[in-house]
């Protein structure tokens, strides 16, 4: 079989998962690996033997021999290197967040589609095993046309120690975080046109907001919000789920700790438990991110394969990021934000 190869820029806290993921694939082989910091290179080369190792994305572009490149930095470095990837032709994945800023994200899309290659967002979330379960019984129509929804991220986990970066940012929770939550709310409910938000920080010790509650209105009529925090203790730390909350107009579905989905509609209730498969690799709390990695990496695989748009492609995660600046913008202005004057 002749396998897809791959390099990886990046091999910082996350990027590991991507490698397990990569490795994962029978059709794919990660060829290159790049990062700044040598230790990192070497600790992440050694883990899953790979011999190309480069300090510099240049370097290994100008070396070539890859037929993508999987970017696992952060945020500032997104847009170069996905141009860098672009000015070689070189199909690319960028973590999120997409960019620094909306305009970023534009230009990323616009060099990626001037250079005839394909971009993909590594925005995961959608991807966790209970999302996609709540997605089915909304295709099904068990619950009838949905009117309302809600998407919830609250906790009181410690993300500062294994990001520490996260800590240091104007901007936190919705940039990091919300940025997941308000992707499930547009691949639940649709595309969304209005955006009213209000941010709070809590903990004193970081720089950036750390609680935000977003009221979205979507193109179809659903009305959802989109609630984070990672200020929130309870008696049993829910890190790292994410509930869900829909009413429909034959009945309703709710999504909630431990993963247990309660869909009731006009012939009784039906209670089940949609967990994440814990993959040989993962390890918990985290095994329900680690497995939507997997789970992204063999979609990116596949649409490669077959020449198509990946679903979280930059384009369709523009829509996506400018919920995000919607909601910095709603909350320092106090006004409800038109999506369509972002785009
Ligand atoms: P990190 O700081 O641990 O790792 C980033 C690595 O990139 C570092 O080792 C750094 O040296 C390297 N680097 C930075 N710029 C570089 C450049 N220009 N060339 C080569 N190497 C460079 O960060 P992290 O926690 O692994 O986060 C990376 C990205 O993953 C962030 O955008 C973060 O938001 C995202 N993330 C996503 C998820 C998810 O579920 N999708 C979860 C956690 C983090
Ligand atoms: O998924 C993420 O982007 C992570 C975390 C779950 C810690 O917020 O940064």
């Not at 547009?186 to 977003?214: C, H, K, Q, Y």
Request: aromatic fraction near 8%; hydrophobic fraction near 40%.
């Amino acid at each position: 079989m002749t396998k897809t190869k791959g390099a990886l820029i990046g091999c910082g806290f996350f990027a590991v998962n991507q490698m397990h993921g990569w490795q994962d694939l029978d059709d794919v082989e990660i060829v290159a690996i790049c990062d700044r910091d040598p230790g990192r290179l070497r600790i992440v080369g050694d883990q899953f033997g790979v011999e190309r190792r480069y300090q510099s994305a240049d370097e290994m572009f100008a070396d070539g021999g890859f037929d993508f490149v999987d970017i696992a930095t952060t945020v500032g470095s997104h847009r170069a290197l996905v141009e860098l990837a672009a000015s070689h032709k070189v199909p690319a994945i960028c973590q999120k967040p997409f960019a620094p800023t909306l305009a970023d994200a534009k230009a990323m899309v616009a060099a990626a589609d001037a250079a005839g290659i394909p971009l993909m967002i590594h925005e995961n979330f959608r991807w966790q095993t209970p999302i996609l379960s709540v997605k089915a019984v909304l295709d099904s129509g068990a619950i009838g046309e949905p009117f309302w929804g809600r998407v919830s991220f609250r906790s009181g986990f410690d993300v500062f120690s294994g990001q520490p970066y996260l800590a240091k940012g104007k901007r936190f929770i919705i940039e990091d975080l919300g940025i997941h939550s308000l992707d499930i709310a547009r691949f639940l409910f649709g595309d969304a046109s209005r955006m009213t938000a209000r941010t709070r920080r809590v903990n004193p010790d970081i720089a950036g907001e750390d609680v935000a509650t977003m009221l979205l209105d979507h193109d179809n009529g659903i009305t959802s919000i989109v609630d984070v925090s990672y200020a929130t203790k309870l008696p049993e730390e829910p890190f790292p789920e994410t509930f869900v909350e829909i009413d429909g107009t034959r009945g309703t579905l709710r999504l909630g700790k431990d993963y247990k989905l309660t869909v009731h509609g006009p012939d009784g209730t039906v209670q089940s438990v949609v967990a994440p498969n814990l993959l040989p690799w993962a390890s918990r709390p985290w095994h329900n991110i680690q497995e939507s990695v997997a789970l992204i990496q063999k979609h990116w695989a596949e649409r490669l394969a077959e020449g198509r748009e990946p679903d979280t492609s930059g384009r369709d995660n523009l829509k996506t990021f400018a919920l995000v600046e919607a909601a910095y913008l709603s909350a320092e202005s106090g006004e409800t934000v038109v999506i369509a004057d972002l785009l």
